[in-house]
């Protein structure tokens, strides 16, 4: 019948994968739900349960019978690694984003900047030359101080 597998033990998971409490599985059976504990620990059930079985926990005989708890936990370890994959691009690309953004205002500053040297002929920043000017200026009617 169960190819070795243990039937109540597929049962109970497939219960608790449906997030289904022995009560309302036994109430559901019509038993009382000492006798669901007692099932789940049977390696075999009659065709008659199992029918019973299968119609509250919406499944069939055969998926109770071949339920293999190892390969949905391979699945889902398998689906939660593709699902991070899928995460760390989105991360990556937000970092790309920001990065980009980072290079256009260094862009935009140093643009800004030249555009102020070509409208006054100096470069931003540097010591202003004016005041070294302003010592070998003539004064009016005379010569300069340091001839």
Request: glycine content about 6%; overall charge positive; cysteine-free.
């Amino acid at each position: 019948m169960g190819k070795g597998r243990h039937i109540g033990r597929n049962i109970k998971s497939i219960r608790q994968l449906r997030n289904m409490k022995q009560e309302t599985f036994a109430r559901e059976l019509g038993i009382a739900q000492q006798n669901v504990s007692k099932m789940e620990k049977k390696k075999e059930l009659t065709d008659e349960q199992l029918d019973q079985v299968a119609k509250v926990l919406k499944t069939t005989k055969e998926a109770i019978r071949d339920f293999d708890e190892n390969a949905i936990i391979n699945n889902n370890i398998l689906n939660d690694q593709v699902n991070n994959y899928n995460i760390n691009p989105l991360d990556k690309i937000s970092e790309l984003y920001k990065q980009i953004l980072d290079d256009k205002e260094r862009e935009i500053t140093r643009l800004k900047a030249e555009l102020e040297e070509y409208k006054t002929g100096k470069k931003p920043g540097k010591d202003d030359t004016a005041g070294v000017k302003s010592l070998h200026k003539v004064p009016e009617g005379g010569q300069a101080a340091n001839q």
